[in-house]
């Protein structure tokens, strides 16, 4: 009778046992499922969405009229389309901040959609003015371009600040930035 209750015991203790590893191994599971749903949605906001940005920097091109004109080619870097992209830009002769675009962004234009891995280009007329006293010495010229597209969760965008070099005939970046929906005030 002993033996029967010490063997009854020891079921008992086993069963115990294996129910807590069972509880363990259920947890387990359940913060690795956790953790895969959290890699899938970082994976769908950032791997999956349109990254739109230049190819090089903003190239001279034959005037035009009574302004220069100079090119920015920018490529969806992404997996999906960018649809609706818009472009805004500012001509200035000081310097300015990623804020410019905050307070009046301007009129946009609209260069449509972005296929993955398509190029489009962006024109920038600059008064001869300005690029004659820039070639002079006596002034500068900075040019501020915005890139922005909605993506899963709102709009995402492309900025860039770029002073001119008389000697090259380009801009060269001061200032370069990615915005996501997250970092955009509402």
């Not at 001279?60 to 080619?73: D, I, R, V, Y």
């Not at 920018?74 to 307070?103: H, W």
């Not at 002073?163 to 970092?183: G, L, R």
Request: charged content about 20%.
């Amino acid at each position: 009778m002993v033996e029967l209750a010490l063997i009854q015991t020891f079921g008992v203790l086993g069963t115990a046992a294996a129910t807590i590893a069972l509880v363990l191994l259920l947890y387990r599971t359940v913060k690795q499922l956790e953790a895969t749903v959290t890699l899938s949605r970082v994976q769908t906001e950032y791997r999956f969405r349109p990254w739109v940005g230049p190819l090089n920097s903003i190239k001279s091109l034959p005037p035009n009229g009574n302004s220069s004109k100079f090119e920015c080619t920018i490529k969806n870097y992404g997996e999906i389309p960018a649809q609706y992209v818009k472009a805004y830009c500012k001509i200035d002769t000081k310097l300015m901040d990623r804020d410019i675009f905050k307070s009046n962004p301007g009129e946009p234009f609209n260069l449509g959609p972005l296929l993955p891995n398509m190029e489009k280009h962006y024109w920038i007329f600059i008064d001869s003015e300005l690029m004659k006293k820039a070639k002079q010495g006596t002034g500068k010229i900075f040019s501020a371009l915005y890139f922005e597209y909605p993506v899963a969760g709102g709009k995402s965008g492309y900025g860039m600040i770029s002073e001119y070099d008389p000697k090259n005939d380009s801009f060269t970046h001061k200032d370069m930035w990615v915005q996501s929906p997250n970092d955009l005030p509402e």
